[in-house]
């Protein structure tokens, strides 16, 4: 037999063989829900359902933040895994869990395969807000103001305003002054009467993700004060809030140097608890 013979004798009982082989099978892998939303101190469940051809494969849950961080066992990330599914769990969820989380699976001779992800949001809502009133050095010749503070909320979606009644109107003025903070622009704006020199201060705790806001509202000077004026700051527009949040302080006469004194000392502790945060924000940065 000639060479071409046999060559071609070999192609007629190989080539239906060769043609008859199956391609590797195709490596399914979603995820669910696509977006998850929770309140801090509850627990996440993230669900990860894949389709393999091979009892040997891989599985991991990793986190794009930005770049990629895979998720280890522990006390607040738990893997449960059952026949094609695999799901995280995230107790006592915080807002520096928030992110996008993905799953891969892997089996031998093929790539990679990831999930379509999961954005999970953890919100935290604001602290009732607390009024102080920042007593000047010189009263006779200085303005009061009242300064208004809430804090440990995620993100940063807020609103915080003024309103003011007198003594002989039930209904409330919207002062000027107000602060709003975009979680999109991630920046507050104030708006107000400029001869009032507004103040509107973030402050974001790197380690939690939890951000604090300060308001100042100067008051008028005590010679047109009116006794019996009720100021309230009112705080709203947190997708975690039902209901908007209220703080208010009727202005009666001049306070005495005692409660000036103490109202020094809060204002020295608000002071000192900017320039802490101010000082993580630094070290996050150069780090």
């Not at 929770?38 to 991991?60: D, K, Y």
């Not at 059952?82 to 006592?92: A, D, G, P, R």
């Not at 990679?112 to 007593?135: C, K």
Request: with cysteine; net charge negative; proline share 9%.
């Amino acid at each position: 037999m000639t060479d071409i013979a046999i060559l071609c004798w070999t192609l007629l009982w190989t080539g239906p063989t060769a043609g008859l082989t199956a391609p590797p099978a195709e490596l399914g892998v979603t995820q669910s829900p696509g977006r998850l939303t929770v309140l801090r101190g509850e627990t996440a469940t993230l669900c990860c359902h894949f389709t393999v051809p091979s009892q040997w494969r891989g599985f991991q849950w990793f986190r794009m933040n930005p770049d990629r961080q895979s998720i280890l066992p522990s006390a607040r990330y738990v893997f449960l895994e059952k026949n094609q599914s695999s799901s995280l769990l995230i107790t006592e969820a915080a807002p520096k869990d928030s992110g996008e989380y993905y799953c891969e699976v892997s089996v031998p001779y093929q790539d990679p395969e990831w999930g379509n992800g999961t954005l999970l949001t953890v919100l935290a809502p604001p602290s009732s807000p607390r009024l102080y009133l920042q007593t000047p050095a010189d009263p006779q010749i200085d303005l009061f103001s009242l300064v208004c503070v809430t804090w440990g909320f995620y993100p940063s979606d807020l609103s915080l305003y003024w309103t003011n009644r007198s003594a002989a109107s039930p209904i409330d003025r919207l002062s000027i002054n107000n602060c709003t903070l975009s979680s999109s622009s991630n920046t507050t704006t104030a708006t107000a009467d400029p001869l009032q020199s507004p103040q509107c201060v973030r402050l974001e705790d790197t380690r939690t993700s939890e951000v604090y806001l300060i308001s100042v509202l100067p008051l008028p000077d005590r010679e047109y004060m009116e006794a019996g004026v009720t100021y309230a700051c009112v705080v709203e527009g947190h997708p975690a809030m039902t209901e908007p949040l209220t703080a208010s302080y009727m202005w009666e006469a001049p306070p005495n140097l005692l409660i000036g004194a103490l109202n020094i000392l809060k204002m020295c502790f608000l002071s000192a608890m900017t320039a802490i945060f101010s000082l993580e924000a630094v070290k996050h940065w150069c780090s």
